[in-house]
């Protein structure tokens, strides 16, 4: 990837976050935090690794990508507004009735999204279970799912961690969310999942760890993930929650609270600035 390349994402990944105080402002309620430390990989997804066709969203070859931390859903919309599945101006519908942008992912009634998600750790099992398909219909489409830190405390997420090593599926991209925060406290004080790394390799995983607030290191992942290998693969990445509003990062009030006006004013004063500071490199 080049340096304009990289700044381009950078540059989207601000308009997604944009999107996302937005759409929380708006309906005065959702997710924030974990949409905002989530936002470069879903930009870098949705901008550069996928394979799909905003013009055609259910083309039989698509990759197929899964919001298993459904709640995040502000971060999925604003990623697929700004990539054209619809209009951005659709994202202030947030949650609102009769809104087809509900508070989690309905793959019915919004364009790009692959899979219903909401109740945690089904996600997986989903995307696991589309990675198997996959292969038995010679599908070569591959299969992106993320989760949250807190998430992969559920027992499921480690059942179809367990069935995506049994069958092998390599075509299948696990990326993990690791902000340190759950809508209780961090993760480590709540019930720790730590040491990640290490339980998935146990479970048979090829596994990097990257700072997923860098799209220098999210480009080095996805690469090894295409690269050879004959494991499921996945993606720990070290992020920070509530990534780019000073006054959200790292603070867990902010995993299920939209901001009011003036916060709504700061946060969004913050990415113009940074907005101006990319566009001008």
């Not at 809104?99 to 793959?107: A, D, E, F, T, V």
């Not at 209780?184 to 019930?191: A, E, L, W």
Request: proline share 4%; net charge negative; glycine share 10%.
């Amino acid at each position: 990837m080049t340096k304009e390349q990289r700044n381009a994402l950078e540059i989207a990944a601000c308009k997604v976050r944009m999107g996302i105080i937005e759409s929380t402002h708006a309906a005065k309620c959702g997710h924030p935090g974990g949409s905002l430390s989530a936002a470069d990989v879903l930009t870098y997804l949705y901008f550069h690794e996928l394979n799909i066709d905003p013009k055609d969203p259910k083309k039989a070859d698509r990759d197929r990508f899964v919001l298993s931390k459904g709640h995040n859903a502000p971060g999925l919309y604003a990623a697929l507004a700004y990539r054209g599945f619809f209009p951005v101006e659709d994202l202030k519908t947030l949650r609102h009735t009769g809104s087809y942008l509900q508070g989690h992912p309905n793959m019915n009634t919004v364009p790009g999204v692959d899979m219903s998600t909401g109740s945690l750790g089904q996600g997986i099992s989903a995307a696991a279970g589309m990675a198997l398909a996959a292969r038995y219909t010679g599908n070569p489409c591959r299969v992106y799912t993320l989760l949250g830190d807190g998430e992969i405390e559920e027992g499921e997420v480690w059942e179809a961690l367990m069935f995506a090593a049994h069958y092998k599926l390599t075509n299948l991209c696990v990326i993990i969310d690791n902000n340190g925060l759950q809508i209780d406290g961090p993760i480590s004080q709540v019930m720790s999942s730590y040491p990640i790394v290490d339980k998935l390799k146990a479970f048979n995983f090829e596994v990097v760890e990257v700072n997923g607030n860098d799209m220098e290191e999210l480009e080095r992942a996805f690469a090894a993930f295409h690269g050879e290998h004959d494991k499921p693969f996945a993606i720990v990445m070290k992020t920070t929650k509530g990534k780019d509003v000073s006054f959200m990062e790292n603070q867990v009030g902010w995993h299920g609270k939209a901001p009011n006006d003036a916060e709504y004013e700061i946060a969004m004063g913050e990415l113009k600035a940074r907005l101006a500071g990319l566009e001008g490199k």
